[in-house]
């Protein structure tokens, strides 16, 4: 599988792999007159809790780090009430499985299964019709169960981060630019062309740059993330203001219904968006956090609403400023999009006192869009291309 081959060859470590970490074997699914059974063989038994969600429907299940490499098979297309599967690191020490389900559904039994008659330890789950009513009592209750869970468990509570500033030569007064490698873990965002997830490119694309502002020797470097992991939006611009980053862009590839749209373009935070395909775009990146299933143990996941207050200003000009010039270096390198620099209510481009400019590099829905960003040496002309911008940016505003 295409994305896989993408993970060894960039060489992303799985945080924590070890002896001890299970191994997903395999998914499947069964489909019965009045139940859908969801399984998950595992080379040992491991630990979970649930919860559901509505609007859209979804299960929750939350384990320890396991290694999910195998392919999912026909599971990720749904099946009898599952409408799609996702799963991914959550956060560290927590692999969340997120179960779609096309109506109301109940989880009517969840257990483990010792091996036995050839097969190996399992998950299974259980899934049977309600009503919207009956899926809301049964979500509360769920929470409150997963909420008391986490309270008693103190490796839930972890809130580490891991954050590598890469420091270049003479160090502190350099710029340090924030690179935000978009979606993660139980997120994948846009899924293209031959399979391809945007959090992988997007995360191969942060570390070319990473490598090729750190190269320069003019500036030092601050990933987001740095791992298959899921970030929320707000933690993404915690860090990189925790860090006193002076840049902060983050990297997208989008995905859209027609499939011979291509090329790359560049957008900065507005409370009105520029046209509609940019508000759209920018309601569809800010449901990450909805996606990956709202963190319990923390209560201002969502970040719903962009005001901009005054002092947001300043930076929203000098953000303008880093856009052009990411559009007419990269016009000299790749396809931009006709308009390019647009505008929209991001929420990961809220930071008030950092320039912040979100990068879509292309269409995964494109096959060609498709197959070059996932191509190591489109990737360094892009990064050397962002490096022009910003040489150009620094020289215009001494800080
Ligand atoms: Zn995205």
Redesign the pocket.
Known sequence: MVVFALLCASQIIVSGASAQTAKVLGARLGVYPDYTRFVIDLDQEVDFTYFLLPDPYRIIIDMPEIDWNAPPGKVTSGGGLISGLRYGLFKPGTFRVVLDVAQPSLVSKIFSLPPGGGKPNRLVVDLKPTQRDGFLTASRQSMEAYSARSRNDTSATEQSVDVAVQSGRGGEEKPLIAIDA??GGVDP??IGVGNVY?KDLTLAAARQLAETLTASGRYRVLLTRDKDVFLKLRQRVDIARKAGADLFISL???SIGNPKHRGASVYTLSENASDKEAAALASK?NKADVIAGIDLSDENTLVQSILIDLAQRETMNLSATLAANMVSQLAQSIELQRRTHRFAGFAVLKAPDIPSALFEMGYLSNATDAKLLQSPAHRKKIADAVLRAIDIYFEKHKF
Do not use: F, K, R, S
């Open positions: 978009g979606h965002g846009a945007e997208h590839a989008d990146e």
